[in-house]
């Protein structure tokens, strides 16, 4: 998950209010997610948007360029990504501002505020294996069981050191469910444990006269 810094959150703040007032939170974020993965793809683009000795003129007929659909002999061409006003006017602020890096964080805090308001729950479940589709269910109605949300979104991971079993990231927190991290805690556990209390629970057979008939001794 990226980060997201202070400056992004204002931006996005800022941003989701004006799409709310329009109804367009929804567009908005779809818009804006594949343009900064358009970039992400051309890193070179974003160097060039901000680059400070560049004029601020050449940077947004460049933007324009980048953001135009393409067009094909003899058809339509695509869909532009950014067919929102509101999504065309705010990556030139970006520009003009020199803040352009700060797509990406944007973008995500505003998927953040979106999923707040609908309910949306985005976890990363990383296990040793690929899951099975009938897998993939299971977990998304735990999830959507426990947390109560209106729908979950899963991104699957496979990590081989993931022993028989799943790790769970949602947001800043982690839901270890797997074996060795069961294991691990158990051998903590009974490192804590004095021989005496093995006894006192039934697990050692102790003779009449204090003798430990199945181990070492417990007298101390």
Same mark, same amino acid.
């Given at each position: 998950?990226?980060?997201?810094?202070?400056?992004?959150?204002?931006?996005?703040?800022?941003?989701?209010s004006l799409?709310?007032?329009?109804?367009?939170?929804?567009?908005?974020v779809?818009e =804006?997610?594949?343009?900064?993965e /358009?970039? $992400?793809?051309?890193? #070179?683009?974003? %160097?060039? &948007?901000?680059h400070?000795?560049?004029?601020?003129?050449?940077?947004?007929?460049?933007?324009?360029?980048?953001l135009?659909?393409?067009?094909?002999?003899?058809?339509?061409g695509?869909?532009?990504?950014?067919?929102?006003?509101l999504?065309?006017?705010?990556?030139? =602020?970006?520009?003009?501002?020199? /803040?352009? $890096?700060?797509l990406? #964080?944007?973008? %995500?805090? &505003?998927?953040?505020?979106?999923?707040?308001?609908?309910g949306v729950?985005?976890?990363?479940v990383?296990?040793?294996?690929?899951l099975?589709?009938g897998?993939?269910?299971?977990?998304?109605?735990?999830?959507?069981?426990?947390?109560?949300?209106n729908?979950?979104?899963?991104d699957c991971?496979v990590n081989?050191?993931v022993?028989?079993?799943?790790l769970?990231?949602?947001?800043?927190?982690?839901?270890d469910a797997?074996?060795?991290?069961?294991l691990?805690?158990?051998?903590?556990?009974l490192k804590?444990?004095?021989?005496?209390e093995?006894?006192?629970?039934?697990?050692?057979?102790?003779?009449?006269d204090?003798?430990?008939?199945t181990?070492?001794?417990?007298?101390?």
């Amino acid at each position: 998950m990226t980060f997201v810094g202070r400056k992004a959150r204002r931006y996005a703040r800022a941003l989701y209010s004006l799409a709310r007032e329009q109804q367009s939170q929804e567009a908005l974020v779809a818009e =804006l997610t594949e343009v900064s993965e /358009r970039f $992400a793809k051309v890193p #070179e683009l974003g %160097q060039v &948007l901000a680059h400070r000795r560049i004029p601020a003129d050449h940077k947004l007929a460049l933007l324009d360029h980048a953001l135009a659909p393409a067009q094909a002999e003899g058809d339509e061409g695509e869909v532009p990504p950014a067919g929102l006003p509101l999504t065309r006017h705010f990556l030139r =602020l970006l520009v003009r501002n020199g /803040r352009i $890096a700060l797509l990406a #964080e944007v973008v %995500q805090a &505003l998927r953040d505020m979106l999923d707040i308001e609908l309910g949306v729950m985005r976890a990363v479940v990383t296990t040793a294996v690929p899951l099975l589709k009938g897998e993939r269910e299971m977990v998304i109605a735990k999830l959507q069981s426990h947390t109560g949300a209106n729908r979950v979104e899963i991104d699957c991971v496979v990590n081989k050191k993931v022993v028989a079993g799943v790790l769970i990231h949602v947001g800043d927190h982690v839901i270890d469910a797997t074996v060795r991290t069961y294991l691990d805690t158990m051998r903590e556990r009974l490192k804590q444990i004095k021989v005496g209390e093995f006894a006192d629970a039934g697990f050692l057979s102790v003779s009449a006269d204090g003798a430990d008939n199945t181990g070492p001794s417990t007298k101390q």
